[in-house]
Nanobody, 123 residues
């Protein structure tokens, strides 16, 4: 029902900014809560940020609060993750995910996932 494609990753230096995009297709896109997760090599996938289906509420992992912003543009069927003040420890594959109606910090609550986009932050 929902297909997700991430883009916008790349190689940047510490302190730089990137904006990740997640293009969504399928029916009733606005009824899906969206989340961003990341996974570094050899590490578990971890929660980054989520936005409710209405766009009125957001939640962030502690390690990105004040640096990352999640938003959605309904007309473009796109969810964004604006990342500022990037750190080497932010290096990971970033995944966009969709959950029916309710946002969550938990991987298991999400129904659809994109293929991921690599973000590499050098020192």
């Amino acid at each position: 029902q929902v297909q997700l494609v991430e883009s916008g990753g790349g190689l940047v230096q510490a302190g730089a900014s990137l904006r990740l995009s997640c293009a969504a297709s399928g029916r009733s896109f606005s009824n899906w809560a969206m989340g961003w997760f990341r996974q570094a090599p050899g590490k578990e996938r971890e929660f980054v940020a989520t936005i409710s289906w209405s766009g009125r509420s957001t939640d962030y992992a502690d390690f990105v609060k004040g640096r990352f912003t999640i938003s959605r543009a309904y007309a473009k069927n796109t969810v964004y993750l604006e990342m500022n003040s990037l750190k080497p420890e932010d290096t990971a594959v970033y995944y966009c995910a969709a959950a029916e109606y309710f946002s969550s910090r938990l991987v298991r609550e999400y129904d659809y996932w994109g293929q991921g986009t690599q973000v590499t932050v050098s020192s």
